[in-house]
Each structure stands twice: as C-alpha cells, then as structure tokens.
C-alpha cells in the first residue's frame, strides 16, 4: 500500500518486469487519490515462487517512478503459504502444493561482519546438497544477501524473532518487543 498526502495531482508509474527475461509483465499507471490505496495487477504470466524441489524460483522487480522522477526498484517474488495444523497433522503448502519441510537452523558466523556473499552461497549450496528446503534464521537476523541468496536457490526461510526466551511481562517490554519485530518484518518483506 502507498499513502499520497498532498493537494497536488501526482503521475504515478509501475511497472512488473520478469528478471530473467527482462519483459515487463505488467505496467499501470495513474494519479493516486489522497490517502492509502492499493495497486492489484491482474496477469497470467505472473509465475508462482517454489522451493527448488517443488518448482522455479521467478523474481520480479517492480519500478515505481512518481511524476517521471528517479525509478525505486524493488525485487519480489509471489507465492502462497498456508498451514494446516491440528491434533494429528501439521501440513505446509506452498502454492497449493504439500511441502515436506526439511531444514536447519542456521547462524553463520559469530561476527557478522565476517560474512560475504561468496560464504553465504558456500553454505546455501551445501544446505541444497543435503537435501534441505528450509533454513531457520533463529534469534537474530542476517545479512540482505543471505535472504537474496535463498529466493535465488529456492531455500524458504523461517524468521525467529531475536527474543525467543523468557521475557518481562511488562506492556513497556512487549511494545518495544513489537516494534522491533514490525522492522524485521518490513526489512524483509520483499523476500518470498
């Protein structure tokens, strides 16, 4: 959603291009009303993002340009997450499709500074080579190459939060607690 807060009309530009092949799947534009709106793009070669043993990876990037000024770039990709959870089953699906989740949790390196692309796609490509789907990122968060590499490989990734034991119980606590974990989910949003 894009909030537009001004008395002037603004021209708003968008366009969804498929990375690997350059085209652009879909485009819209128009002059946003005031206050929040939202944008839906209607199109069948949209493709669906899968974990390498279940389908292709497709990434798209979405150009925004408002009134003809510097294009924003942002890269996504589009998938369905669903859960089926009761006393006897827990099941994932992903785009429709059952998906036996095999995984590990994964933390890289004590300092995270030492951490390079290269490392990441090192330890990414042995975590395909062991047959795993999913990576579990567990009380800290890392580097934006780490999430780039994982929707380019196929890896899924569970997010833990970075406050995963006993707390305070204090509305102080929980507040600060939710705002640092809305910023997790904002920082990452983009990855599928």
């Known amino acids: 959603a894009i909030r537009h807060t001004g008395d002037t009309a603004v021209d708003l530009r968008l366009r ?13 534009g128009f002059s946003p009303p005031e206050g929040p709106f939202e944008v839906t793009f209607d199109t069948p ?17 979405l150009q925004m340009s408002l009134d003809g000024g510097e294009t924003v770039d942002r890269r996504l990709a589009f998938r369905r997450v669903a859960l089926e959870r009761d006393n006897e089953q827990t099941t994932f699906f992903i785009n429709g499709q059952k998906l036996f989740v095999r995984g590990a949790s994964y933390f890289g ?34 580097l934006d ?6 929707d380019e490989l196929g890896i899924a990734v ?32 983009d990855h599928p």
Not at 16 to 28: M, P, Q, T
Not at 45 to 61: C, K, M, N, R, S
Request: glycine content about 2%; proline content about 3%; overall charge negative.
């Open 158 to 189: 569970i997010q833990d939060s970075e406050y995963n034991w006993t707390h305070p119980v204090a509305e102080e606590w929980a507040e600060r607690l939710t705002a640092i974990y809305e910023q997790t989910i904002l920082m990452l949003d």
């Open 16 to 28: 969804l291009v498929d990375i690997r092949s350059g085209l652009e799947v879909a485009s819209a």
């Open 109 to 142: 390196d004590v300092y995270m500074s030492t951490m390079t692309r290269e490392r990441y796609l090192r330890d990414l490509h042995a975590v395909k080579a062991a047959g795993f789907n999913f990576i579990r990122v567990h009380v800290h968060v890392e």
């Open 145 to 150: 190459d780490f999430y780039s590499l994982c």
């Open 45 to 61: 070669a949209i493709e669906p993002w899968f974990t390498w043993d279940h389908g292709d990876q497709p990434l798209y990037t």
